[in-house]
């Protein structure tokens, strides 16, 4: 997977792209192919914007199915495990459906009456 951060008006900490590589890289454990992930992060200078001031956006690209997560907190971390909590329950959710629920148990693969 490979991963994209886009800043708009914002410096990013030494640290940040280490824990989005992470985090994201974690989603693989999840069957769903997910060949790209655009991250965003913008902030706002309105100092009335103060405990929404910084946004992240979060965008899935690939084969798979369009995946796409958004939060604003106080700072880019917190905005970040926000949209990537988002991000997981939808990539968990696709998952989900496409698991196969009708199990044969092992009389039918035996034809044991």
Do not use: C
């Not at 824990?19 to 693989?28: D, T």
């Not at 907190?73 to 997981?88: G, I």
């Amino acid at each position: 997977m490979k991963i994209h951060i886009h800043t708009r008006n914002a410096d990013l900490a030494e640290d940040f792209r280490t824990i989005v590589e992470e985090k994201l890289n974690s989603m693989e454990r999840f069957s769903v192919t997910i060949d790209r992930v655009e991250v965003e992060i913008l902030h706002e200078a309105n100092p009335r914007q103060g405990k929404n001031s910084h946004r992240v956006i979060l965008t899935s690209h690939g084969a798979g199915p369009l995946i796409k997560s958004e939060a604003a907190e106080f700072n880019d971390l917190a905005a970040f495990d926000t949209a990537v909590k988002a991000f997981a329950l939808q990539v968990r959710k696709i998952h989900e459906r496409t698991k196969d629920y009708d199990r044969d148990t092992v009389r039918k693969h035996k034809n044991i009456v």
